[in-house]
């Protein structure tokens, strides 16, 4: 989202009206400009590593060689750029600048003229074999060219060039004539569709109305195929009732088609995006943030017809199918829901959105990346076991792009270079351009969506704010108005869903506060040096799920403020195995200062309960009716902060006694 849209009321800003300047959010952004970006693009760049830009230098003639690695590895080399021409916007560098000028020319010279832009076809065609674009829907070409288009949309916006924006529209004219001359490719070859997005973003920067039709052709060619489980293309998406099928592509399709609802105004589509929104949040979406549950799974309720049902991976189940061991939840897919989430904040206004976006990003996002900010991991498990009898899957093992066996199952670890690289990149941008989740402006004031050491200065000068926090760890925030031109704008501060007696003093004076899941509405002539001081008391909640969510009968999970937190085997006395673990219903926790791999966290400590069991490997057992439950003081930490101390087990959700 890039500027004002006709059919939204809110508008977001950019990293010169708001940007994390202290705090938690401002530590993650150093750590990612410091870290996660550079680290990247090392592995990107080293051929021992990764194929990512050799295969560019292939196409572009400057090194001979085939292509290496997944068809979609273009698109990841984009979502990369993308994240470090947010870094310029935010902090200025030099030889990033050159660098990233240097792989813009590179890009740009490897398009074909047609605009047409997939390396490992442009190098089958360097090499004289035959090669016809969308012969297979899995080469990824769609997605591909919509993470071109909204990377060189980003760059001509923070640096002004032209290069990737001409680019960019020889993209869109390449998928004009497929949706014209080939809707049949088209919609076929439609999978991840980033697409959506991406011309929706080229229509915003450009003001040229083909780029808007160009949306709405892909929803009308998408509605005309018939097609199955795995890109949400079985049903007609006006008549889609549930999220199903592969997360991923779900959400990249529904935040893209939100963005069209922005533009065109489609009440009626708006209306479907929020059935299926609301779908994924009553039903589907873990504790965590985290959705898109099954390794295999399909839309089940599409077809009576078992025949008709395609397998499908990392894909949305039914209602309440939340395993914790086997949990998919793709990094991507839970970055898709960020996406989505924003979107539908933007359209609508409504906190409800806001408060997920900020579930996702206090717990699944930042665990899928490590705390020194250089490994990730693919998927995101609420649970992790020892010796699991079966391997999980894990990215790139498929037919299509086989890597070698897991390692064994106890020691899922985060990696620093995986074979399917698309999450990396990914958690990357979403990073690099958090600072645009912060705040946004409306024709009735700013609104305050995230918290965490944010700094707003509108543009016009007609207000700025600076927030001091220790949010999440802390329940105070405190906004100090630095500028307020004319007596400012009113300010409307979001109060979370999970707080429970938030109070508000502005200026030093009580003020009210509205129902939690709402914005708080302040309107008054602001001076600077005014304070605005929200508190959201944090007591720990103990929280059960659905009774149709049968994997975590009788247990409970933790939670303090937005974080969630989790049990890690690391910090069970000798002799306690992860299955032993229970929580005593009324159980006292005492908030402590702590530390996790040289990063600062708060623990909640408590008396664990110690129930009977462990090394047994009977299928069943008869429970020792003589034993004798016994307790111990352990820690339990952010969820997002589990395994980072070497191989562990974990869980979010824990046994409850009486």
Excluded at 557 to 570: D, H, M
């Amino acid at each position: 989202m890039t500027t004002t849209s006709p059919h939204t009321p809110l508008r977001h800003l950019h990293a010169d009206e708001a940007r994390w300047a202290r705090g938690f959010w401002g530590a993650v952004q150093d750590r990612t400009f410091g870290a996660t970006v550079p680290s990247i693009w090392r592995s990107l760049s080293d051929a021992d590593v990764s194929p990512g830009l050799r295969n560019f230098r292939i196409a572009a003639g400057l090194e001979d060689g085939a292509h290496d690695g997944p068809p979609f590895m273009d698109g990841d080399f984009y979502k990369w750029l993308e994240a470090a021409i947010a870094q310029l916007e935010v902090a200025p560098d030099a030889a990033l600048a050159a660098l990233v000028e240097e792989l813009a020319e590179l890009i740009a010279s490897v398009q074909r003229a047609d605009g047409y832009l997939h390396t490992p076809m442009l190098i089958q065609s360097r090499h004289a074999e035959r090669s016809v674009e969308l012969a297979d829907r899995f080469h990824f070409e769609t997605y591909n060219l919509g993470h071109l288009i909204t990377m060189a949309v980003r760059h001509h916006e923070v640096t002004g060039s032209e290069t990737l924006l001409d680019v960019a529209r020889r993209a869109a004219a390449f998928l004009e004539d497929l949706a014209t001359n080939k809707p049949l490719e088209l919609a076929r070859s439609a999978i991840c569709p980033s697409h959506y997005m991406a011309v929706i973003e080229l229509y915003r920067a450009t003001g040229e109305s083909r780029y808007l039709d160009l949306a709405e052709a892909f929803v009308r060619v998408r509605d005309e195929f018939e097609g199955g489980d795995d890109n949400q293309d079985r049903l007609p998406v006006r008549e889609q009732k549930v999220a199903a099928g592969h997360a991923v592509r779900a959400n990249y399709l529904y935040a893209g088609l939100a963005d069209l609802a922005a533009e065109n105004g489609d009440a009626g589509l708006r209306d479907v995006l929020e059935t299926l929104w609301n779908d994924v949040i009553d039903t589907k979406l873990y504790v965590t943030g985290g959705c898109g549950a099954l390794y295999d799974g399909a839309s089940p309720d599409a077809s009576p017809w078992q025949e008709d049902i395609s397998r499908v991976h990392q894909a949305y189940g039914r209602a309440f199918q939340l395993p914790h061991t086997t949990a998919h939840n793709e990094s991507c897919a839970n970055i898709g829901m960020i996406l989505w989430s924003e979107r539908m904040l933007a359209l609508t206004g409504d906190a409800r959105y806001a408060d997920v976006i900020e579930q996702i990003s206090f717990n699944s996002l930042l665990a899928s990346v490590s705390l020194d900010g250089e490994e990730y991991f693919y998927t995101n498990p609420l649970r992790q076991v020892r010796d699991l009898p079966f391997p999980l899957r894990r990215p790139g093992d498929t037919a299509i792009h086989p890597v070698p066996s897991p390692p064994p199952s106890d020691e899922r670890l985060r990696e620093r270079y995986l074979s399917c690289f698309c999450c990396p990149p990914n958690i990357a941008r979403t990073l690099a351009r958090f600072h645009e989740r912060a705040a946004s402006v409306s024709d009735d004031g700013v609104f305050l969506h995230q918290y965490g050491g944010s700094e707003i200065q509108l543009s016009d000068g007609a207000l700025g704010l600076r927030e001091t926090s220790d949010y999440p760890w802390s329940e105070r925030i405190v906004f100090t108005v630095t500028h307020a031109r004319d007596g400012g704008l009113p300010v409307h501060l979001r109060i979370p869903g999970w707080v429970r007696g938030a109070t508000l003093a502005v200026a030093g004076d009580p003020h009210p506060v509205s129902t939690p899941g709402s914005y708080t509405r302040i309107e008054r002539e602001w001076s600077v040096g005014d304070t605005i001081e929200l508190t959201l008391p944090m007591p720990v909640r103990v929280l059960r799920a659905h009774r149709l969510a049968e994997e975590i009968t009788n247990q409970v999970a933790v939670q303090r403020g937005p974080v969630v937190y989790a049990l890690e085997s690391t910090d069970l006395p000798e002799g306690v195995v992860l299955e032993q673990a229970a929580l005593r219903r009324g159980v006292a926790f005492e908030t402590t200062p702590g530390e996790i791999a040289g990063t600062p966290v708060t623990l909640l400590t408590m008396q664990l309960t110690v129930i009977p069991g462990g090394e047994e490997n009977s299928l069943y057992a008869e429970l020792d009716e003589d034993a004798v439950l016994r307790t111990a003081s352990v820690p339990l930490i952010p969820y997002f902060a589990w395994g980072n101390r070497g191989p562990s087990e974990m869980s979010v959700w824990l046994p409850v006694v009486w």
